[in-house]
């Protein structure tokens, strides 16, 4: 029988004992010597095999733990990594000999041998999108002793480097006795090693102490790599808002792809947060579905092309003229690959003209299955303002949104949809992205003059001529409309003062920064 | 007793037996395909295949349903497509961050529901019973996602004086966990104020009716003895009914709340186990989140029971 | 000192008057929408983004430069249809499996003990279950919150069916040859009509906090159907620059919640003094 003093005795206790509790020192405080960074990121990685997915945020987190053989410097040119140096290719482009660098230490302690180059490469061909594409070019690959790699190739494949340097779906060079499916140990050669994983709170990545840096200065991912903070404490943070907060009040060293409106609100802070702009982040894109339902045909897809104004749709994604950009061309002016080919196509918002384009191909009402989701609010403020540019060139367009997992699954299957809204990073390589330039990818795009013009542009060896080449691919992609790029954006995150020598990067990385203090 | 604790016992497998059957259902009939969400982006169709069989998911429902419960009755509820560990295991580690701000949020609503309640019964029709009913009923009408965006707009953002989100860095101690769980309690225990306000009311008014206060008054005791001595003290039964219930309520109901601060608990777990279509984790933890609630209300009816002799069995 | 019965009767009815007057004209609103909103709620004026309560726009503007006033007053519609659905659903489930527990005994054991299953299992959790099966469409929604509020309806109504029937001495009754059904429509239902009524009431203002909750973690009904809830969740990470666009939704649902709270409890002590203990 509780007597009434008693339990509030009792309660009054408790609740001391607690607020005793909380104000005590955090045991961390005192105990700790090691420097650690704490970064926000958008989700919690879906895994931490490389491998196994293309999801940007998993090639952000595992690139500090894996290196590929070669990656991209600072102006986007593919340097060596792994490999020694630039590989040796015979005269007909087929055959590649990667020397290896010497006395690199995995993360077991043993050294890195060219068998543990030819299994990654195996699996990565094997699982990866990308390696499997690659899988289809190469004839031969194999070890050549203990310091060299031969890949032989059917035909010259131009993309073969640049597809093994990508940090997404990474040609990731793993240990030989670590491969397995699923992943269990992570053993690379990277500045940090895997430590700790609790799914929904953190990834641990620690510092590993035997690294082997290269000579050459940093430049982008490439040169000297050096884990100067103890341990990268990589944090899931899905609500954005709580992101930007979180980085305000000091909690996380980097917040990572921060909504475009809250930079008035971080350039206010009186210095307390930096705002980083990344310029050149990536481009968004609409996939229509060629293989089966209403966008089976082309003057359709021509029509949609038409009514459409990509100027509006990204303002409406991205608001601040600073961070998007509304130009034809799928490549920035001044890289190998720009071109103003099927600029007319762009940005015509005619809903007129587009309504008797579609009368004229037979549109008699039907419904547009738009897909899109959330997880990437400018996709769904895009896709909102896109259908109305299409109910007033008279097409019916029914969004439906769902969550990015829905999404992903639903893609594949051509039955379920018309239209998807999506985007990627802006990449030097065009083969890289859109996988809609592949095959098999959900869109299902083929045609004859399609496999003739892209045969045509991978066999092109000399860099020059390849450049030229794309111009037909970018007018092929505005005639046949697979997919509509919309547009280019810049990213924006932020970090605290105390974090010193953040370059920005479309897969943020962390050697080479300090936290001061 | 022993045989109301027997049809009790056998009440409880029932429900729980009800509730297992429910929840497989449930979450077999959900769209989305686990494995092409673990396998990632663009895996082809054998190798979800490959995975399905691996997983057991190619079998016939009423099969894999008798699997699962086999299991279930050894203490295994499965492994996580998503976080590749038992669900038990996942459990045991989120549950911690639950429970204690289950704990603290009812210590605030203990806190702030009692007094107001008693005042609120005792001062019966004055102006303090309309503005503590009142604020009962303002408490049950806040979304708990707005009460925490504004709290952690003032206290967190603007005050500095918690932390924005999350349950401290990996090597905290208690003392920074309990301090990044305070805000959060502060959200649940005022909302669930407006529940044990209510009922202690209710409960206080009841006793403060009977005989016995009556006695007591008439032998001349002050009337803060009367109150706080005798009715209190009856009134305690249902009170701590209702808190008890508070407790079995926040196990599983404080999703928003552990979603706005981003605490690692059960409810998201469970959120994101349905977003990912982790079905031996919804599963498991929407079985055992049910039967946390039984037992509790199990227990607190025996407390009943034990406390006060009056209730029948 | 208590204040006279009548003026603490008439102070109660004021505000439950006060509250009743809301509710119509939160309804008004709804139903009058397309007159009333003075813009569409759907135009998306992408410069005229994130504006600020004023002359154009009475509440401001929202992310895509919709009016948030339209919004809110068409967003009215959708919150109030779904809890009214939400409500009425569940009280007539509710209901219908409570008079039938407790009026036949051999029945109510094996029925309380799936109420008790339902109930096992916390509101949200069981409703975020719910929507991601059937899909999240505004219909689905309301069937998910059906299920998940019909056992507690179900669980008031069985208690006051036992009441009602010890009061009427239903064997006796019975035994005279009065059939059951006529027993249960022409003289048991009546008796539980208070109890059903501030059950609605209740429901209906549970309904709609739960469609908001459910919006807020995005497992609720598509965001592109304009109700409160998704509103709030919508916008959210607007919300430090331009508050209002979640305050102002925000305010519709607690205002609207309330007002009910307030009628359903001045409902149940009107009407029935007797029940107030059954919650």
Redesign the interface.
């Known amino acids: 029988m509780t007597h009434p003093r008693w339990h509030r005795r009792h309660v009054l206790a408790a609740t001391l004992a607690a607020c005793g509790g909380a104000l005590a020192l955090p045991r961390s405080a005192s105990a700790q010597a090691r420097s650690h960074l704490t970064l926000a990121m958008v989700a919690e990685p879906q895994t931490l095999d490389p491998m196994a997915s293309t999801a940007d945020l998993v090639g952000t987190i595992m690139q500090h733990v894996y290196e590929p053989l070669y990656t991209f410097n600072g102006k986007w040119h593919i340097v060596p990594m792994l490999a020694e140096a630039l590989p040796t290719v015979s005269a007909d482009g087929r055959r590649y000999v990667i020397p290896l660098r010497k006395g690199v230490p995995l993360h077991s302690g043993r050294e890195l041998q060219a068998d543990d180059v030819v299994a990654s490469l195996k699996r990565w061909m094997e699982m990866a999108p990308r390696g499997k594409a690659v899988a289809k070019e190469v004839e031969d690959l194999a070890a050549d002793g203990a310091g060299k790699v031969v890949i032989t190739l059917k035909n010259a494949y131009a993309p073969l480097l640049a597809q093994l340097a990508l940090p997404t779906g990474m040609a990731a060079i793993m240990a030989k006795e670590a491969i397995a499916t699923p992943l269990k140990e992570f053993i690379g050669t990277g500045p940090y090693r895997f430590k700790e994983r609790k799914p929904d709170q953190y990834v641990l990545l620690s510092r590993f102490e035997q690294y082997s840096p290269r000579k050459e200065a940093a430049s982008g991912y490439g040169g000297r790599r050096e884990a100067l903070v103890d341990e990268l404490r990589f944090v899931p943070v899905p609500n954005a808002n709580t992101r930007v907060e979180g980085v305000l009040a000091g909690q996380y060293h980097f917040a990572d792809l921060l909504p475009i409106e809250s930079l008035p609100r971080l350039e206010q802070a009186n210095g307390r947060v930096v705002p980083i702009r990344t310029p050149s982040f990536g481009f968004p894109y609409l996939v229509f579905n060629t293989k089966e339902g209403v966008f089976a045909s082309q003057p359709l897809r021509q029509a949609v092309e038409m009514a459409i104004g990509e100027g509006e749709m990204m303002a409406a994604g991205f608001g601040d003229t600073r961070f998007f950009s509304v130009q034809p061309n799928h490549f920035p002016e001044g890289t190998p690959f720009y071109s103003t080919a099927g600029a007319d196509h762009y940005n015509q918002r005619n809903a007129a003209k587009a309504k008797e384009l579609a009368e004229k191909a037979g549109y008699k009402g039907e419904p547009i299955r738009v897909l899109t989701s959330r997880q990437y609010d400018f996709h769904y403020n895009m896709a909102l303002v896109m259908a109305e540019q299409l109910k007033r060139a008279g097409f019916k367009p029914q969004l439906e949104v769902v969550d990015w997992a829905t999404l992903v699954q639903r893609r594949n299957d051509p039955k379920l949809w018309d239209l998807y809204v999506t985007h990627s990073g802006q990449f030097p390589e065009p083969m890289l992205s859109p996988p809609q330039l592949g095959d098999g990818a959900p869109g299902w795009w083929n045609s004859a003059t399609k496999q003739r013009v892209l045969a045509d542009f991978n066999r092109e060896a000399d860099p020059a001529k390849r450049g030229a080449l794309w111009a037909k691919v970018q007018q092929l992609v505005y005639e046949e409309v697979p997919y509509i790029m919309v547009g280019k954006f810049s990213s924006l995150s932020a970090r605290l003062p105390a974090l010193e020598g953040y370059a920005p990067a479309i897969w943020p990385f962390f050697w080479n920064v300090r936290v001061k203090g | 007793m022993h045989r109301y604790l027997a049809s009790r016992l056998l009440g409880l497998l029932a429900v729980m037996g009800i509730v297992a059957v429910f929840v497989f259902v449930l979450t077999h009939a959900a769209p989305g395909d686990p494995v092409a969400v673990l396998l990632g982006d663009q895996a082809s169709a054998e190798d979800i295949a490959r995975v399905r069989v691996q997983y057991g998911l190619d079998k016939p429902l009423p099969v894999q349903f008798a699997y699962w419960l086999r299991e279930v009755l050894h203490g295994n509820l499965g492994q996580s497509i998503f976080l590749q560990r038992p669900v038990t295991q996942a459990l045991a580690e989120r549950a911690e961050p639950t429970a204690l701000l289950a704990a603290m949020a009812v210590l605030i609503a203990s806190a702030i529901g009692v007094p107001c309640g008693v005042a609120s019964a005792v001062y019966r029709g004055r102006w303090i019973d309309q503005l503590f009913t009142g604020i009962a009923m303002l408490g049950a009408s806040i979304p708990s996602f707005w009460l925490g965006l504004v709290l952690m707009q003032l206290f967190a953002v603007g005050l500095g004086w918690f932390p924005v989100s999350g349950y401290g860095s990996p090597e905290a101690g208690l003392g920074e966990r309990l301090h990044a769980l305070v805000l959060p309690a502060i959200v649940l225990g005022l909302l669930n104020s407006a529940l044990v306000i209510r009922f202690t009311r209710a409960a206080m008014l009841e006793v403060l009716e009977e005989d016995y206060v009556r006695t007591a008054r008439s032998k001349g005791l002050p009337e803060r003895t009367v109150v706080l001595k005798h009715a209190l003290r009856n009134a305690l039964v249902p009170i701590v009914t209702v808190i008890g219930l508070t407790v079995a309520l926040m196990i599983g109901g404080a999703v928003v709340t552990e979603t706005v601060f981003g605490l690692p608990g059960v409810g998201s777990l469970v959120v994101n186990a349905v977003l990912r279509r982790d079905y031996p984790v919804i599963q498991g933890a929407l079985l055992a989140v049910a039967a946390i609630y039984v037992v509790i209300n199990l227990l607190v009816d025996l407390l009943y029971m034990a406390v006060d002799p009056r209730v029948k069995l | 000192?208590?204040?006279p019965l009548t003026l603490?009767r008439l102070?109660r009815r004021r505000?439950v008057m006060a509250a009743a007057a809301v509710l119509a004209i939160v309804a008004v609103m709804a139903l009058a929408a397309p007159w009333v909103a003075g813009h569409d709620p759907?135009d998306?004026e992408?410069?005229a983004?994130?504006q600020g309560p004023g002359a154009a726009h009475l509440l401001g503007t929202d992310?895509?430069g919709r009016d948030l006033y339209a919004r809110i007053v068409h967003g009215a519609r959708y919150s109030l249809a779904i809890a009214a659905l939400t409500a009425t659903g569940a009280v007539l489930f509710g209901s219908l499996i409570g008079l039938v527990a407790g009026f036949f005994r051999r029945l109510d054991?094996p029925l309380m003990?799936?109420v008790?299953?339902?109930m096992?299992?916390?509101?949200?959790?069981?409703a975020?279950?719910?929507v991601?099966?059937l899909?999240?469409t505004l219909v689905n929604v309301v069937l998910a919150l059906v299920f998940v509020y019909t056992p507690r309806v179900a669980r008031v109504v069985r208690a006051s069916t036992l009441v009602v029937r010890e009061l009427l001495f239903v064997e006796a009754v019975r035994a005279l040859g009065v059939g059951t059904a006529r027993i249960l429509w022409r003289h048991i239902l009546p008796n539980l009509m208070s109890p059903i009524l501030v059950q609605l009431s209740f429901i209906f203002?549970y309904a709609i906090?739960a469609e908001?909750?459910l919006s807020?973690?995005?497992?609720g009904v598509?965001?592109?159907i304009p109700t409160w809830?998704t509103m709030?969740a919508?916008s959210?990470?607007?919300?430090?620059?331009a508050f209002w666009v979640?305050l102002f939704p925000?305010l519709a649902?607690?205002v609207t919640?309330?007002s009910l709270?307030?009628l359903g409890?001045g409902v149940r002590d009107l009407l029935d003094p007797r029940l107030?203990?059954s919650m």
Do not use: C, S
């Open positions: 000192m208590k204040l603490r102070m505000i759907n998306t992408v410069m983004r994130l992310e895509l054991a003990r799936v008790d299953a339902m096992a299992l916390p509101d949200i959790l069981l975020i279950a719910l991601a099966i899909g999240a203002a906090l908001a909750g807020f973690l995005g497992v598509p965001p592109d809830g709030v919508g959210q990470q607007y919300a430090h620059q979640v925000g649902i607690i919640a309330l709270q307030l409890d107030k203990k």
